[in-house]
């Protein structure tokens, strides 16, 4: 029985859980992945509609700032378009998945997040299937994308064809 009560309790220990196995993640498998040259402050500045400015946004929007060594995982969300609730967070893991993002973190949140949320296994099924049909991104270099026109590169990476191109 899925209650809001229950459901809270559940995504504060999802929450508590990442908070604790990132920060070893990022300082131990990561230690070496060199922090972006760029501030939240400085991606504000950007042209309009580029990836840099609406990667600003949507950390303002949502009231969070770059974790150090993890910036993709912000633009994750922004170019899949999955929110950072809870469910959405495992949803966009799943994708992750999917598009070959095979590290024991995202894999283990896969696995946690089904254990944990059960419910949504259709939308993390749905996820992992979007996520597979979709142009490999997952070793791209975002910082050298910065400029990049956003809604080009999602319209690319939502159209599941591998000859589209992103404006400069």
Not at 18 to 47: A, C, G, M, Q
Request: with cysteine.
């Amino acid at each position: 029985m899925k209650t809001p009560k229950m459901y809270a309790l559940r995504a504060r220990f999802l929450q508590w859980l990442v908070n604790h196995t990132s920060k070893l993640y990022l300082n131990t498998i990561k230690r070496h992945k060199p922090i972006w040259k760029y501030s939240k402050d400085e991606l504000r500045s950007f042209p309009t509609g580029s990836l840099g400015k609406e990667i600003a946004n949507f950390l303002d929007e949502h009231q969070i700032d770059f974790i150090p060594r993890a910036e993709n995982h912000d633009v994750f969300h922004l170019l899949t378009g999955y929110t950072t609730t809870a469910e959405d967070e495992i949803a966009m893991q799943y994708w992750l998945v999917g598009n070959q993002k095979l590290t024991p973190y995202t894999i283990g949140t896969c696995l946690i997040g089904m254990l944990v949320f059960p419910e949504f296994w259709g939308q993390y099924m749905s996820a992992f299937r979007k996520g597979k049909s979709s142009p490999s991104i997952v070793h791209w270099d975002f910082e050298q994308l910065l400029y990049s026109n956003a809604q080009s590169i999602q319209l690319y990476i939502q159209s599941n064809r591998l000859g589209a191109k992103i404006q400069m």
